[in-house]
C-alpha cells in the first residue's frame, strides 16, 4: 500500500500514453499546411485555420485527460489499497465516459461477487462451527454417563476404560478447539485470570494420563512466593486446553528411568517479568525434563503436521498439538517460546503482556 | 429425619433436571449410593414448577435442554424459591459459567465430571446453603465411622481428625470394602482435589493415615497388597 496515496495522472503523462493520437494530430496539421496552399488558401488563412485545427485537437485531448484522469486515479486508489481493496471497488463512484463506466461497472460487479463469496463461506464456515460445537457437546455427555458407569461399577478391571476414555475426552477437546483456531469469528473471552486454579484444572484433565506414566507434577511455582495468587489476562478455558496440549507432549515425550536415569518430571511455574514497565508481562513455563527436541526440528515445531525426529520415533505424534498452542496463543495476542536441550528437557514458555487491555477495561 | 426402607437415612433430597436417560440413570445411582435421595425430572415444559413441588433441598440442573434452556429453568427456579442449584453442563464457553452465575447458580460443574467431585460439591453447597443433609455424610465399615463433612474417623468410642489427604484416602479405600484399590486409583483420587502427590508422597500419606488410626485402636485397618494397592 502507498502511503502517498494514488499517483495523480498529469496530462503530460496521459499525452505520453496517447503517444499515437498525438503524433496523428500533429501530421494532420502538417500535412493540412501544403494541402490548403493547393487549394489556393491564403497564407493569413492557412494560419487562422492551422490554429484553429490545433485548438480543436488539443480540446479533445484535454476533454478526453479530465474524463480518464478522474477513473485511472479511482483505479490507481483501489489497486494500492491491499487489504481495503473489496471494501473500496464496492463503493467505486460511477465515472464519466465509456471506458471509465465499463470500468468502474466491471469492478463493481467483480467486489460485490467477492463479497458474496466470503459471505457464503464465512456462514458455511459459522454452521461447521456450529456443528463442531454441537457435535462435541453431544459427545461429552455420552462421555459423562460412561465416565459415571465406570465410576459407579466400582471395579478395578475397568480401569483401562476410564484411561481411554479420558483419551477420547482429550481428543474430542483437540477437535473443538482445532474449529475454534481455524475459525474466523474471535470467541474467546479476555479477563483477568488467577493463573495457578487453572493450571491446576490442565493437570487435573491429564490425571489418568499422567499417573499411569508416573510423571510428577510441579505446580509450586505458580503462586507467588508469599503464596498469593498470579494474575493474567487470557480466557480461561482456551488457556486450559493449551496447558493440556503441553502436558500431552510433556507425558509424551518423557523422561525413561530405565534409559536416562531420572523419572519424568514436569514444574509448571509464571513469573512476573519486568514489572512496572511498558513491557510488563505474565510468562508461564511448562518444562519437563523428557528427551527433548532436536536443534534441528526446533524452529519448526509449531509448523501443523510437523512431527520431527521424536514424533517419528515415538509415532504417536499428530502434529497439531503446538501448533494448535501457537494458532490460540497467537489469535489471543500472546506469545510463545519453544526452547529445549536434546536429551535432557524442554521448556515452553507463554507471555501474557500486562497492559495490553488495561485502556480497554478503563472504558468499561 | 426422613430414611429408606432398609433404616438408612437420607441426607438430601435432589432434584435432577438432566434430559439425557444415560447420565439421569447413572447420577441417581451415583446420589443414591451416597446416601441422597433423587428425584429425576422426565418432562421439561414446566420443569421449573414440578421440581419445585418436589421440595427438594438442591437441583441438579443441565444446561441443555429440549424445548428450553437450563438458563431460564434457573432463572424460574429463583424467582420463586432460594433452593442451592449447581449446573451441569458440556458447553464449553466460558459465557455459560459467567450466565449461570448471575442467574443465581450456587455452583458451576463442566461434563465429563468426576462422581466423587460432584457429590463434594453437593456436600459443600448443602453446607453452606445449612439444608438438609448438612450433618453430613457418613461411611462404615468393620467398626470404623468415617464422617466425610466433618473429616472424623471414629473407632469403638474414640475419635480423631484426618487431614484432607487421610479422609480422600480412607474415603476411597470404604468405597471398596474388603477389596484391593490400586495406587493409581488413590492418586487419582488426591488429584481430584488438587492435591498432585506423586508416588512417594503417596506411600507416605497412607502411613501416616495408618498411625492416626492406630492413635483410635484401629491397627492394621489398611493393610498393603504388594505390587496391587491397599485395601481396608
Same mark, same amino acid.
Given at each position: 500500500?502507498?502511503?502517498?496515496?494514488?499517483?495523480?495522472?498529469?496530462?503530460?503523462?496521459?499525452?505520453?500514453?496517447?503517444?499515437?493520437?498525438?503524433?496523428?494530430?500533429?501530421?494532420?496539421?502538417?500535412?493540412?499546411?501544403?494541402?490548403?496552399?493547393?487549394?489556393?488558401?491564403?497564407?493569413?488563412?492557412?494560419?487562422?485555420?492551422?490554429?484553429?485545427?490545433?485548438?480543436?485537437?488539443?480540446?479533445?485531448?484535454?476533454?478526453?485527460?479530465?474524463?480518464?484522469?478522474?477513473?485511472?486515479?479511482?483505479?490507481?486508489?483501489?489497486?494500492?489499497?491491499?487489504?481495503?481493496?473489496?471494501?473500496?471497488?464496492?463503493?467505486?463512484?460511477?465515472?464519466?465516459?465509456?471506458?471509465?463506466?465499463?470500468?468502474?461497472?466491471?469492478?463493481?460487479?467483480?467486489?460485490?461477487?467477492?463479497?458474496?463469496?466470503?459471505?457464503?463461506?464465512?456462514?458455511?464456515?459459522?454452521?461447521?462451527?456450529?456443528?463442531?460445537? $454441537?457435535?462435541?457437546?453431544?459427545?461429552?455427555?455420552?462421555?459423562?454417563?460412561?465416565?459415571?458407569?465406570?465410576?459407579?461399577?466400582?471395579?478395578?478391571?475397568?480401569?483401562?476404560?476410564?484411561?481411554?476414555?479420558?483419551? !477420547?475426552?482429550?481428543?474430542?477437546?483437540?477437535?473443538?478447539?482445532?474449529?475454534?483456531?481455524?475459525?474466523?469469528?474471535?470467541?474467546?473471552?479476555?479477563?483477568?485470570?488467577?493463573?495457578?486454579?487453572?493450571?491446576?484444572?490442565?493437570?487435573?484433565?491429564?490425571?489418568?494420563?499422567?499417573?499411569?506414566?508416573?510423571?510428577?507434577?510441579?505446580?509450586?511455582?505458580?503462586?507467588?512466593?508469599?503464596?498469593?495468587?498470579?494474575?493474567?489476562?487470557?480466557?480461561?478455558?482456551?488457556?486450559?486446553?493449551?496447558?493440556?496440549?503441553?502436558?500431552?507432549?510433556?507425558?509424551?515425550?518423557?523422561?525413561?528411568?530405565?534409559?536416562?536415569?531420572?523419572?519424568?518430571?514436569?514444574?509448571?511455574?509464571?513469573?512476573?517479568?519486568?514489572?512496572?514497565?511498558?513491557?510488563?508481562?505474565?510468562?508461564?513455563?511448562?518444562?519437563?525434563?523428557?528427551?527433548?527436541?532436536?536443534?534441528?526440528?526446533?524452529?519448526?515445531?509449531?509448523?501443523?503436521?510437523?512431527?520431527?525426529?521424536?514424533?517419528?520415533?515415538?509415532?504417536?505424534?499428530?502434529?497439531?498439538?503446538?501448533?494448535?498452542?501457537?494458532?490460540?496463543?497467537?489469535?489471543?495476542?500472546?506469545?510463545?517460546? !519453544?526452547?529445549?536441550?536434546?536429551?535432557?528437557?524442554?521448556?515452553?514458555?507463554?507471555?501474557?503482556?500486562?497492559?495490553?487491555?488495561?485502556?480497554?477495561?478503563?472504558?468499561? | 429425619m426422613p430414611t429408606y426402607a432398609d433404616g438408612r437415612r437420607i441426607m438430601a433430597r435432589i432434584?435432577?433436571?438432566?434430559?439425557?436417560?444415560?447420565?439421569?440413570?447413572?447420577?441417581?445411582?451415583?446420589?443414591e449410593?451416597?446416601g441422597h435421595e433423587?428425584v429425576?425430572?422426565?418432562?421439561?415444559?414446566?420443569?421449573?414448577?414440578?421440581?419445585?413441588?418436589a421440595r427438594p433441598d438442591?437441583?441438579?440442573?443441565?444446561?441443555?435442554?429440549?424445548?428450553?434452556?437450563?438458563?431460564?429453568?434457573?432463572?424460574?427456579?429463583?424467582?420463586?424459591?432460594?433452593?442451592?442449584?449447581?449446573?451441569?453442563?458440556?458447553?464449553?464457553?466460558?459465557?455459560?459459567?459467567?450466565?449461570?452465575?448471575?442467574?443465581?447458580?450456587?455452583?458451576?460443574?463442566?461434563?465429563?465430571?468426576?462422581?466423587?467431585?460432584?457429590?463434594?460439591?453437593?456436600?459443600?453447597?448443602?453446607?453452606?446453603?445449612?439444608?438438609a443433609g448438612?450433618a453430613?455424610? $457418613?461411611?462404615?465399615?468393620?467398626?470404623?465411622?468415617?464422617?466425610?463433612?466433618?473429616?472424623?474417623?471414629?473407632?469403638?468410642?474414640?475419635?480423631?481428625?484426618?487431614?484432607?489427604?487421610?479422609?480422600?484416602?480412607?474415603? $476411597?479405600?470404604?468405597?471398596?470394602?474388603?477389596?484391593?484399590?490400586?495406587?493409581?486409583?488413590?492418586?487419582?483420587?488426591?488429584?481430584?482435589?488438587?492435591?498432585?502427590?506423586?508416588?512417594?508422597?503417596?506411600? !507416605?500419606?497412607?502411613?501416616?493415615?495408618?498411625?492416626?488410626?492406630?492413635?483410635?485402636?484401629?491397627?492394621?485397618?489398611?493393610?498393603?497388597?504388594?505390587?496391587?494397592?491397599?485395601?481396608?
Amino acid at each position: 500500500m502507498s502511503a502517498r496515496g494514488p499517483r495523480a495522472l498529469g496530462f503530460g503523462a496521459y499525452l505520453g500514453a496517447h503517444r499515437t493520437a498525438l503524433v496523428f494530430c500533429i501530421l494532420c496539421c502538417a500535412f493540412a499546411w501544403p494541402l490548403l496552399a493547393a487549394m489556393g488558401v491564403g497564407a493569413g488563412e492557412r494560419g487562422l485555420l492551422e490554429v484553429l485545427l490545433a485548438l480543436a485537437f488539443a480540446a479533445l485531448q484535454v476533454g478526453a485527460w479530465a474524463r480518464e484522469r478522474a477513473w485511472v486515479e479511482e483505479a490507481r486508489r483501489i489497486a494500492g489499497a491491499g487489504s481495503d481493496a473489496l471494501a473500496l471497488a464496492t463503493d467505486a463512484e460511477d465515472a464519466d465516459g465509456l471506458e471509465g463506466g465499463a470500468l468502474t461497472g466491471a469492478v463493481r460487479a467483480v467486489a460485490a461477487e467477492a463479497a458474496r463469496q466470503v459471505g457464503a463461506a464465512r456462514a458455511a464456515e459459522a454452521d461447521y462451527r456450529d456443528f463442531v460445537e $454441537t457435535w462435541v457437546h453431544e459427545v461429552k455427555t455420552l462421555l459423562a454417563a460412561a465416565n459415571l458407569f465406570v465410576e459407579n461399577a466400582n471395579d478395578p478391571a475397568l480401569r483401562p476404560l476410564s484411561r481411554e476414555l479420558a483419551r !477420547v475426552e482429550a481428543y474430542v477437546e483437540q477437535a473443538l478447539f482445532y474449529a475454534r483456531s481455524s475459525s474466523l469469528e474471535n470467541d474467546y473471552v479476555i479477563y483477568d485470570r488467577a493463573l495457578g486454579p487453572l493450571a491446576a484444572e490442565a493437570v487435573r484433565s491429564r490425571a489418568t494420563q499422567l499417573i499411569e506414566a508416573h510423571v510428577a507434577v510441579d505446580l509450586m511455582g505458580m503462586v507467588r512466593s508469599d503464596g498469593s495468587d498470579i494474575v493474567a489476562p487470557c480466557d480461561p478455558k482456551w488457556l486450559v486446553f493449551i496447558v493440556g496440549q503441553l502436558i500431552d507432549n510433556a507425558v509424551r515425550y518423557r523422561a525413561d528411568p530405565a534409559r536416562d536415569g531420572r523419572s519424568p518430571r514436569i514444574v509448571l511455574a509464571a513469573r512476573e517479568e519486568a514489572v512496572g514497565t511498558a513491557g510488563e508481562r505474565v510468562a508461564l513455563s511448562v518444562r519437563d525434563n523428557g528427551c527433548g527436541i532436536a536443534a534441528a526440528d526446533l524452529p519448526r515445531v509449531c509448523e501443523r503436521g510437523f512431527t520431527g525426529q521424536n514424533g517419528r520415533s515415538q509415532r504417536r505424534s499428530t502434529g497439531l498439538g503446538l501448533y494448535l498452542v501457537a494458532t490460540l496463543c497467537k489469535k489471543m495476542g500472546l506469545g510463545v517460546s !519453544v526452547d529445549s536441550q536434546e536429551g535432557a528437557w524442554t521448556e515452553v514458555r507463554i507471555a501474557f503482556p500486562r497492559n495490553r487491555f488495561g485502556d480497554e477495561r478503563d472504558d468499561v | 429425619m426422613p430414611t429408606y426402607a432398609d433404616g438408612r437415612r437420607i441426607m438430601a433430597r435432589i432434584y435432577v433436571i438432566e434430559d439425557d436417560p444415560a447420565v439421569r440413570g447413572e447420577v441417581e445411582v451415583l446420589l443414591e449410593r451416597a446416601g441422597h435421595e433423587a428425584v429425576c425430572a422426565c418432562a421439561f415444559d414446566r420443569v421449573a414448577e414440578s421440581g419445585l413441588a418436589a421440595r427438594p433441598d438442591l437441583v441438579l440442573l443441565d444446561l441443555g435442554l429440549p424445548g428450553t434452556d437450563g438458563l431460564i429453568v434457573a432463572r424460574e427456579l429463583r424467582q420463586t424459591s432460594d433452593v442451592p442449584i449447581i449446573v451441569l453442563t458440556s458447553r464449553t464457553t466460558d459465557v455459560d459459567e459467567l450466565m449461570s452465575m448471575s442467574m443465581g447458580a450456587d455452583a458451576f460443574i463442566e461434563k465429563p465430571y468426576n462422581g466423587q467431585v460432584l457429590l463434594a460439591h453437593i456436600d459443600a453447597v448443602l453446607r453452606r446453603a445449612g439444608r438438609a443433609g448438612a450433618a453430613g455424610r $457418613t461411611m462404615e465399615h468393620a467398626g470404623l465411622v468415617l464422617d466425610l463433612s466433618r473429616s472424623r474417623a471414629s473407632f469403638e468410642g474414640r475419635e480423631v481428625d484426618l487431614t484432607k489427604n487421610e479422609l480422600r484416602i480412607l474415603e $476411597t479405600l470404604m468405597r471398596r470394602p474388603g477389596r484391593v484399590v490400586s495406587r493409581e486409583e488413590l492418586m487419582e483420587a488426591l488429584w481430584s482435589t488438587d492435591s498432585f502427590v506423586d508416588d512417594n508422597t503417596l506411600t !507416605v500419606n497412607v502411613n501416616r493415615l495408618r498411625q492416626t488410626l492406630a492413635r483410635i485402636g484401629a491397627t492394621d485397618y489398611v493393610v498393603t497388597r504388594r505390587g496391587q494397592g491397599y485395601a481396608v
